[in-house]
Each structure stands twice: as C-alpha cells, then as structure tokens.
DNA sequence: CCCCTGACTAGAA
DNA sequence: TTTCTAGCCAGGG
C-alpha cells in the first residue's frame, strides 16, 4: 500500500453524507496535489468499503464508469443531480 | 529502464 | 466553445 493510497482512500472515507469533493481535491488533501489522475485509478481498483460516490471530477461532473448508479446514490445523500453535473 | 494508459486538471491556442 | 499540451501518480507490458 503506497502512502498515496492510504492518504487519498483516508480523506474519502472521512466524507460525510451531502459532502462532495472533486478527486483534485482528495489528492490535495491527501499530500499529493496534481494526482488526481492517481485518485481514479484508486478508485477504480477499489472495492466497496468507501463513500467513491461522493467523488466528482473538476466543476461537479461525474466521471464514474456508471453516472446513473452514481447519480443515484448521491440523491440519497440528498444531493440533486442535474445533467450529469453536481451543483 | 522505457513507453503507454487512465473514474484528472488547469491553462494555452 | 472546442482542442491541445503539460503535469501529476499508479499500473501494466
């Protein structure tokens, strides 16, 4: 596990329901600003075990594989969807 | 070690 | 607005 991972996959875990940070963010606050690029690789390889929804790309637009499931866990966190886009 | 790819970004053209 | 480029980190061939 390279310290990247256990920072970034920290800092996703610590989101609360309604939080929603962009996956520049995640590297940032994990030490390593510019790895975003880093950050979905994580994710992608990644199990369950952590709130991956509540990442979105630059400007609130969701970047996942499967925008609809992600849209829809994010309503349930109470967080509208419009277009693709978190706003 | 080199090269390419990717759930990325910001800035330049 | 759209397209490119350069930078960043991890992974795979």
Same mark, same amino acid.
């Given at each position: 596990?390279?310290?990247? &991972?256990? =920072? @970034?996959? &920290? !800092? ?8 929603? +940070?962009?996956?520049?963010? +995640?590297? =940032? &606050? =994990?030490?390593?600003?510019? @790895? =975003?690029?880093? !950050? ?14 509540? +990442? !979105? ?13 992600? @849209?829809?866990?994010? @309503? &349930? ?11």
């Amino acid at each position: 596990m390279t310290d990247f &991972e256990d =920072a @970034a996959l &920290e !800092v996703i875990a610590r989101l609360k329901p309604g939080d929603v +940070v962009t996956y520049g963010e +995640v590297a =940032a &606050e =994990a030490g390593f600003p510019g @790895a =975003a690029r880093a !950050v979905g690789s994580l994710l992608r390889k990644t199990g369950a075990d952590i709130p991956w929804w509540r +990442v !979105v790309g630059a400007g609130g637009y969701l970047r996942s594989p499967d925008p609809a499931r992600q @849209a829809r866990l994010l @309503a &349930e966190d109470g967080i509208v969807v419009i277009d693709k886009r978190v706003h």
